[in-house]
């Protein structure tokens, strides 16, 4: 993992901590691992107590924890950070350690825990865990269940681990805001028993939504409904990690949503079935199939299924403009408009002018447009047969023979057999169709124009 070590053990950060608990007052304070890396981190072992198959998390990393007196401990950071969002955009946030979210805690069901909690924030912040059956007083909502923690503070919340699951942490304090600027985790905890629901692969993601305009970096933190940035982990397509599975695994896929609306998860080729709640887990019996699964706003689901057939599988949103960038909710349609006359007056006026929308907005997927300095194509990405048009709330589950049983690096496209990819006929007539060939160039995997305000040529992203 590319990690930086911090230590904050001064006088004033023991004497905020011994506000919580009087135990922890003697007690050094665990160092804070940082990493700010916008790509997924190998998945970390436990070094010692129960083992448990690791979690991998998309475009993120698991907080490591130190043993101590029979106490897992660690320690969580409050503080202003960068995330880059994709490559060509990076936004100024409120996270944990570096990141936005912050890093996965992981345990085990009856574990004891210690979780200290900095506050490097301007205002003052508390953390609520959110789905865990602890004592009152460390549920984190500031006011009612403890006293805020205020800047250049620590606090510690100390709890046994009752059940197993999937879990999230995010403020109680000035939530509208601190929330909107990124301030979220996942909290998973494996069940006691290792034969209990064993996966060979287990990704975690929240779901998370943001309103920056193009050309900005800070969130507009009083927006209710109309956001223009839909991510996963703060991470936007093309910018989000595939999921890397070995074929034959079973696999687990566990999504929090932490938006102001509900999203429809779909996954291409493969049923599932739905095995986790935020209740906990959901009896053999009482699985259901899907295709689909609708995450509700403040929930959690986990589905299973055994990656029994190659390919890269599209997974996504499936509210369509939730997987679109830099959206703009007042643009005009246009379909079906004749735009030749008014885009010659319009030129001479602004030479850089693109008519488009007369024939639908696929074009925006390979046109080369002028953009503000920190902003993302609205619809981007391309694949090995030609753009993508995607955005936001996608990426792709990519099943393959013979990957290492902990490898999750980017495998590239699929090369599908002979004969099984769709394909152009040369006549519509009755009868046994014939292929037409096909003499285009295939776009490059995962490159895009884009022409910056006052420069010549565009500049190449990948």
């Known amino acids: 993992m590319t990690l930086s070590r911090r230590n904050f053990v001064g006088a ?5 901590a011994a506000v919580i608990s009087g135990r922890a007052q003697a ?3 665990p160092e804070a691992s940082m990493s700010t890396a916008p790509t997924m981190q190998p998945p970390l072992s436990p070094p010692d107590g129960q083992a448990y198959q690791p979690v991998a998390t998309l475009n993120g990393w698991t907080l490591p924890w130190r043993m101590k007196d029979g106490w897992k401990e660690f320690h969580l950071v409050a503080e202003p950070v960068v995330r880059e969002m994709a490559p060509g955009m990076k936004a100024h946030l409120w996270g944990y350690n570096g990141a ?15 979780i200290f909690v900095t506050n490097k924030l301007p205002e003052h912040t508390t953390v609520h865990w959110h789905g865990m059956l602890l004592p009152n007083g460390m549920d984190g909502v500031g006011g009612l269940t403890q006293p ?18 999937t879990f999230m942490y995010h403020p109680h304090a000035d939530e509208m805001v601190q929330m909107a600027m990124g301030m979220m985790g996942f909290f998973v905890v494996h069940p006691r028993d290792p034969k209990f629901m064993p996966v060979d692969r287990d990704f975690v993601f929240l779901l998370n939504a943001f309103d920056i305009d193009p050309g900005s970096y800070m969130p507009k933190v009083m927006t209710m409904l109309d956001f223009n940035l839909w991510a996963w982990n703060t991470r936007v397509f093309p910018g989000i990690d595939p999921l890397v599975v070995r074929k034959g695994d079973r696999v687990r896929v566990r999504v929090g949503n932490l938006t102001m609306t509900n999203h ?3 996954m291409h080729g493969y049923d599932f079935a739905v095995t986790c709640t ?3 887990w959901v009896p053999e019996s009482a699985r259901w199939p899907e295709v689909s699964i609708d995450i509700p706003v403040g929930a959690m689901r986990a589905y299973e299924f055994v990656a029994d057939e190659q390919g890269d599988w599209a997974i996504h949103c499936h509210k369509s403009h939730h997987t679109m960038n830099a959206m703009g909710h007042e643009v005009k349609t246009f379909i079906g408009v004749n735009k030749r006359d008014i885009a010659k007056t319009i030129r001479k006026l602004v030479p850089d002018y693109m008519p488009m929308g007369a024939a639908g907005m696929a074009e925006m997927g390979e046109m080369e447009m002028p953009m503000p300095d920190n902003t993302l194509p609205m619809m981007t990405g391309f694949g090995q047969f030609g753009p993508m048009e995607m955005g936001g709330m996608f990426s792709v589950v990519k099943v393959r023979e013979g990957i290492g049983r902990n490898d999750y690096a980017d495998p590239g496209p699929y090369k599908n057999p002979e004969g099984t990819v769709a394909y152009e006929v040369a006549s519509v007539a009755a009868g046994t169709p014939t292929r037409k060939p096909d003499n285009s160039k295939r776009a490059p995997a995962a490159e895009f124009n884009v022409i910056k305000p006052g420069t010549k040529r565009p500049a190449k992203h990948h």
């Open 12 to 16: 004033a950060t023991l004497a905020g």
């Open 100 to 114: 936005s979210p912050g890093p996965t805690i992981e345990a085990v069901e009856g574990d004891k825990v210690r």
């Open 278 to 280: 935020d209740g906990g």
């Open 264 to 266: 429809p998860i779909h």
């Open 148 to 165: 805020h923690i205020k800047p250049g503070k620590t606090f510690v919340y100390e709890f046994v681990l009752k059940k197993s699951g």
């Open 27 to 29: 007690a050094a304070i």
